[in-house]
């Protein structure tokens, strides 16, 4: 699943050092517009999570948007993750505690959509409505833009 992904991804961090320098200004304006067209779509995934969490709690079939979800939010770590190499942003911190903290929700989402105890769908539920959503809106309010500001570092 995703969250097994997103773990090689964080575990696994790319050598800035093996990548080519980009200094192409073309190149990092366009991964600086992309950030910025991230922002929106960001939100997107943000009301879609918070619709999954909704229509799971009325005891709705959310499976087809929950896999639109995961999408939307590899979508989310891919983008991140390739605007850093593009500005040759090595190390950082906000975006790398934001998707420390994404992986371990997505983790946590995985374990109780396993599980058949009574109240893994209130865990669930919460996980929707409440602590995804809230990781997002950090990567709206403060991850995303931080890195777009670090291009000028």
């Known amino acids: 699943?995703?969250?097994?992904?997103?773990?090689?991804?964080?575990?696994?961090?790319?050598?800035?050092?093996?990548?080519?320098?980009?200094?192409?200004?073309?190149?990092?304006?366009?991964?600086?517009?992309?950030?910025?067209?991230?922002?929106?779509f960001v939100a997107g995934v943000h009301e879609l999570c918070l619709?999954?969490?909704?229509?799971?709690?009325?005891?709705?079939?959310?499976?087809?948007?929950?896999?639109?979800?995961?999408?939307?939010?590899?979508?989310?770590?891919?983008?991140?993750?390739?605007?850093?190499?593009?500005?040759?942003?090595?190390?950082?911190p906000v975006t790398e505690s934001l998707h420390r903290e994404l992986v371990g929700l997505l983790t946590q989402l995985e374990i109780s959509m396993r599980s058949e105890a009574s109240n893994t769908l209130e865990q669930r539920v919460e996980l929707l409505r409440d602590l995804l959503p809230g990781n997002?809106?950090?990567w709206v309010i403060s991850g995303i833009p931080s890195l777009i500001r670090s291009r000028d570092s």
């Open 1 to 40: 699943m995703i969250t097994e992904e997103l773990r090689k991804n964080s575990e696994s961090k790319l050598s800035m050092e093996a990548l080519p320098e980009t200094e192409s200004a073309p190149a990092r304006e366009l991964a600086e517009e992309a950030l910025q067209t991230l922002v929106p």
């Open 51 to 92: 619709s999954v969490g909704e229509r799971l709690w009325s005891g709705e079939d959310v499976a087809q948007d929950f896999t639109r979800l995961m999408d939307g939010i590899e979508i989310l770590v891919d983008a991140v993750q390739t605007a850093r190499i593009i500005l040759n942003v090595e190390s950082h």
């Open 136 to 138: 997002l809106n950090n």
